[in-house]
């Protein structure tokens, strides 16, 4: 089991930077697929991005592919998210998620553990 505590949102002007950290609690972080989700009020919560285990093979949603890199430190059992060229529309909730029993997370349906959740806000 592994619980998730997510870290690093802010109110941020469009164009701008933030770095996104979840830190996991639990051995075996290194076998877990990770992945960031989002959702903004009123939608549906929406795939970001993935890493495998090892970091080698990352996957991103369409809308933030070329902005966005997650990566992971299996010694500080700790993945971000680096979210470049903000935009309004990135307002959201960013929730940390992971998952044994998958190479990619990128599914809701596959995700075995949440964290609380951590509130991005982009003005215009």
């Known amino acids: 089991q592994v619980q998730l505590v997510e870290s690093g949102g802010d109110l941020v002007q469009a164009g701008g930077s933030l770095r996104l950290s979840c830190a996991a609690s639990?051995?075996?972080?290194?076998?877990?697929?990770m992945g960031w989700f989002r959702q903004a009020p009123g939608k549906d919560r929406e795939f970001v991005a993935t890493?495998?285990?090892?970091?080698?093979?990352?996957r991103y949603g369409d809308s933030v592919k070329g902005r966005f890199t997650i990566s992971r430190d299996n010694a500080k059992n700790t993945v971000y998210l680096q979210m470049n060229s903000l935009k309004p529309e990135d307002t959201s909730v960013y929730y940390c998620?992971?998952?044994?029993?998958?190479?990619?997370?990128?599914?809701?349906?596959?995700?075995?553990?949440w964290g609380q959740g951590t509130q991005v806000t982009v003005s215009s």
């Open positions: 998620a992971a998952a044994r029993t998958t190479a990619t997370l990128m599914r809701l349906v596959d995700v075995g553990y």
């Open positions: 639990g051995r075996s972080f290194s076998m877990y697929t």
């Open positions: 890493i495998n285990w090892s970091g080698a093979d990352t």
